[in-house]
């Protein structure tokens, strides 16, 4: 299964993604969900380094993500996030067998 938690802060602003895991949907680089999940957390990566310039720390790579970023997220950046957490959760709904997604407050 394909574990993504979304942390956000008492604002509500996220401040911190992690996604890990397979789907058990077939091999290895055959599997579609895992194949969607990689894809949205490479769209992350190349966001944050290419696009909006957004400092993270933590590690974003084959398909798997535990990363944190600087606050104040700017806007660009929190709306590359929001993007990224919205198609996973609803890659989630769709598979629910294979990925779920869990929003987390952080005090």
């Known amino acids: 299964m394909i574990e993504v938690t ?4 008492s604002n509500g602003l996220p401040v911190r993604l992690k996604v890990s895991g397979h789907a058990e ?13 990689s894809a949205l957390v490479e769209t992350l990566r190349i966001g944050f380094e ?7 720390h933590g590690a974003i790579q084959d398909g798997e993500a535990d ?6 997220i700017g806007a660009e950046a929190r709306a590359l996030v929001e993007t990224i957490g919205q198609a996973l959760k609803d890659l989630a709904e769709t598979e629910p067998d294979a990925v779920s997604f869990h929003e987390v407050g952080v005090p």
């Open 67 to 72: 990363v944190t970023w600087s606050l104040p």
């Open 50 to 56: 290419r696009v909006v310039h957004q400092t993270y």
């Open 25 to 37: 949907r077939g091999p290895y680089g055959s599997d579609i969900v895992c194949a969607a999940a």
């Open 6 to 9: 979304l942390f956000r802060d």
